[in-house]
């Protein structure tokens, strides 16, 4: 969007949830959106603009928010219009956005000590009950799309398929790693509301404490199994190199909830399909969907190091100690 049109579009949304007048924005970070720190006379607020998503599976991202929050589970929750109390998404056009309060919060450092607390919070959220949710709210929390549900990945393969030759190399990497794992059946797995994406950038802490949750655009009804493997491979691998001391704090925090009682080659599965998984949503994502070199070049770790993870049964055990 060039300046002046965002501007423009920006002080629209910001009438609509009648926060005042923008006196100053800064963009910052989205892999799919367009985040905004706004400032007005009457605070700081966070604007997201969506880009990919529906009106409906937003609508349903906002209903799960609600759901939580009456479960003591730290959300943001998005700002409402004046005009329609329950109304919280601003859609005109092409342009779908949603505002919230900016929480006072700071992104933790990767430490032992965090990594704990962030497995404590993932227990947490897959220990809210869905079994007693009514139905119009159990059509609506199942129906809702995200990347660790059943079908995203196999989908996703056949897309990679059909535009392989604009990444070749990357794209014969994850299709081979694919076959190697297609057999994982990840429907058998114990079914929980799943955050999808937690790590370091969405949360924010306050005296050492949790105190709010972000980005819940994956939320959904899934696998706990693969959303923790999610997390685990986001806090222990920041990049290529495994943390084992970073791992055990974050099993250690989930195991003093929940139980955890998975073998080793069924975490071992989970890890190698969510890493899998993650790659080729990169891929997708900055080289097909939204073409961006420099992101590409960013995250080219996820490209090559998934040569190890494909090669099962190899890489398979390498977590076996883990549980000692």
Same mark, same amino acid.
């Given at each position: ?36 720190? *706004? ?28 759901? !939580? ?7 943001? &929750? ?10 919280? %998404? ?12 900016? %929480? ?15 497995? %404590?919070? !993932? ?29 995203? !990945? ?5 897309? !990679? ?13 994850? &299709? ?56 685990? *491979? ?36 989970? *890890? ?53």
């Amino acid at each position: 969007m060039i300046f002046l049109q965002i501007s423009k579009i920006l002080q629209e949304i910001a009438d609509h949830f009648q926060i005042g007048r923008i006196t100053s924005r800064k963009q910052f970070g989205g892999n799919t959106n367009e985040n905004y720190l *706004l400032t007005t006379k009457r605070g700081d607020f966070v604007c997201k603009i969506f880009l990919e998503k529906c009106l409906e599976d937003i609508e349903k991202e906002f209903s799960f928010l609600e759901y !939580l929050e009456s479960k003591n589970i730290p959300v943001s &929750i998005p700002l409402s219009s004046g005009l329609e109390k329950e109304k919280r %998404i601003y859609a005109k056009g092409k342009t779908i956005a949603m505002v919230c309060k900016k %929480i006072d919060g700071i992104h933790p450092k990767r430490t032992i000590d965090t990594c704990k607390k962030l497995g %404590i919070f !993932l227990a947490q959220l897959h220990e809210v009950p869905i079994k007693t949710l009514k139905e119009s709210q159990k059509k609506n929390f199942t129906e809702k799309s995200h990347w660790l549900m059943p079908s995203y !990945l196999p989908v996703a393969i056949v897309t !990679l398929r059909q535009y392989k030759n604009l990444f070749p190399r990357e794209a014969k990497i994850m &299709i081979d790693a694919y076959e190697k794992i297609k057999h994982i059946d990840i429907t058998s797995h114990e079914q929980k509301i799943v955050h999808g994406d937690l790590y370091l950038g969405n949360v924010l802490f306050k005296n050492n404490k949790i105190i709010a949750v972000l980005d819940w655009e994956n939320v959904g009804i899934g696998s706990a199994l693969l959303d923790f493997a999610r997390s685990a *491979l986001a806090l222990s691998i920041p990049k290529t190199k495994f943390h084992p001391d970073l791992f055990r704090a974050f099993l250690a925090g989930y195991r003093a909830v929940r139980s955890f009682t998975y073998t080793n080659k069924q975490l071992a599965d989970a *890890l190698t399909y969510t890493y899998l998984t993650r790659a080729t949503w990169m891929l997708l994502q900055f080289g097909l969907y939204h073409p961006n070199k420099q992101k590409l070049h960013k995250y080219r770790h996820f490209f090559g190091s998934i040569r190890n993870w494909g090669n099962i049964p190899k890489s398979r055990y390498r977590w076996e100690h883990l549980y000692r």
